[in-house]
């Protein structure tokens, strides 16, 4: 006799399913969510899919054009200016702190985190590449030591993740993650925030371009 899967458990599963769907590129801008396919393809009932797309609501992945219409949100250049914007103050403060608190092993583990960025980079494999990514820049927040950077970075975590993954500038990517690297390592705060500051804006103009063409200015 099997014990049935707590209904948490599931709208957690179907979430986390549905929310790596968008990250990754495979339910794109504009895409509907459909409560009954969805949950066809999950083997659930639609109560655990309603709630999960009411969650995916709630953290600005995807949106209601109408009661019965649910799609997959898409971005503005307003929405990622922001986005950006609030990643620029969080994680140079973030930066500065870790190269002020940074341990032999934290320092360690990010040195490791970028030898495996190398290897994936070298194979092109961007889903490796985007897990790593964000692993680094996790492990920063962590070295900041800092519980309410991170409380405040979480509401948004995924829509930045969702962001990065538009970037495909992977050998750029690696080498300012190794200055970042660098940067903490030395134990000067301001040399990491300065690292921190070019990383995040040549993300952010990288990103632009990629989502709406080089014509498009930064608001």
Known sequence: MTTAEPLGAVRARVLAALRQDIIAGLLRPGDRLVERELADRFGVSRVPVREAIRALVAEGFVLFETPRRTVVRRLTPADVDELFGLREALEVYAAGLAADRASHDSLAELADLLDHAEAATRTLDAERITD????????????????????????????????NRRNEQWPRLLDEHRALYEAIASGDAERARASALAHVRANHRATFRRLFGDDTPLP
């Not at 979480?154 to 962001?163: A, N, Q, T």
């Open 132 to 163: 790593i990514n964000i692993r680094f820049h996790d492990r920063v927040l962590a070295m900041a030591g800092n519980s309410l950077l991170i409380s405040v970075m979480e509401p948004v975590e995924g829509r930045l993740r969702w962001l």
